[in-house]
């Protein structure tokens, strides 16, 4: 993207409870080939099999006393630093990836990605959309009464979806990162509808279309603080 393009305010959802920007077409289909062909060249040992997705991590375990710092690979670093001069990671560069891969039908439970990152998540999506969906945290009076809250609490909670298009960028900021949960549906085809927050930035999309998804692969890149050497994490007597 060239410089004079990186200007975030016109990339921001205006529909969006807090601060969300949605770049289309970040990366070109080449790009997009090229990272898939990296994903899938890497051993088959750094996958992690998750029930109901496989990943890779990749610049050390995010962990409350500190995260043992590896280089990220140059295919992965040179989108960190292109996301760093977006200006959102306050000046930081982003050194930690996760690299989540998704079937259709897949998905993930609606969570909060909690303190140990610094507040901003900045994703590329390769392969296939999805609609990645948001939700208000759960009311302090019905936490404690976990189960009876569970059984409505998120159709209830339900804010708004953004859709992610292939190549896009998102960045997730502020309360959407630090107060609301964000999830996918397991779910083999979604339905474009007014709760589409950013859709007047997705070209080519009406109301009411139904879009099938594919294998997804998103690289999900953020920004782990407090980094620290291996000696002084677990000690030198192991
Ligand atoms: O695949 C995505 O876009 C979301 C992944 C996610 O929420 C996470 O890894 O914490
Ligand atoms: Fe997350």
Redesign the pocket.
Known sequence: MAGSECALVRHFVSKAPAAVYYIPEFITPQEETYLLNQVYGVPQTKWTQLSNRR?QNWGGLPHPKGMVLEDLPQWLKTYADQIAKLEVFEGKVPNHV?V?E?EAGQG?MP?V?GPLYFPV?S?I?LGSH?L?DFYAPMPIEDAVHVSQAASTSFEDRFMCSIL?QPRSL?LVCEDMYKVYL???VERKADTVTHDVANLEKCQGLTMGDCLDRAR?V?L?IRHVPKTVKAKLLFGTKR
């Open positions: 990943l996760l989540n998704y993930i969570h990605d998540v994703t999506s999805t990645l992610l998102v964000h999830g996918i997804r998103s999900t």
